[in-house]
């Protein structure tokens, strides 16, 4: 069975940094594409990048484009997000997804059939 668990949220002054990371657990990574999304408070969830299998397609949203930086390592079955210049408006809940097994990256949350439980990321001063 497909388990995803995000960590490395956190409270962070608007420019910092955040690395959050998304163990796979009960599959091999490298099978999956993986994707990162955001919901705040009130607002949907909003699908923030996306890496392929053998990370030859990456994909980010016009808001954190040249800030964000996802990459993984699918000999530890782990994918990051490294988070940089940190806006208050980054501020949500981060979830790592993953879609079917051999599936491609995709901007549409209903194209992922596994989710993480989140980790919460708030920017403040």
């Known amino acids: 069975q497909l388990q995803l668990v995000e960590s490395g949220g956190g409270l962070v002054q608007p420019g910092g940094s955040l690395r959050l990371s998304c163990a796979a657990s009960?599959?091999?990574?490298?099978?999956?594409?993986i994707g990162w999304f955001r919901q705040a408070p009130g607002k949907e969830r909003e699908w923030v990048s996306c890496i392929s299998r053998t990370s030859t397609i990456i994909q980010y949203a016009d808001s954190v484009k040249g800030r964000f930086t996802i990459s993984r390592d699918n000999a530890r079955d782990m994918v990051y997000l490294q988070m940089n210049s940190l806006k208050p408006e980054d501020t949500a809940v981060y979830y790592c997804?993953?879609?079917?097994?051999?599936?491609?990256?995709?901007?549409?949350?209903?194209?992922?059939?596994?989710w993480g439980q989140g980790t919460q990321v708030t920017v403040s001063s």
């Open positions: 009960g599959f091999a990574l490298d099978n999956y594409a």
């Open positions: 997804a993953a879609p079917k097994e051999y599936y491609y990256c995709a901007e549409y949350s209903s194209h992922f059939t596994s």
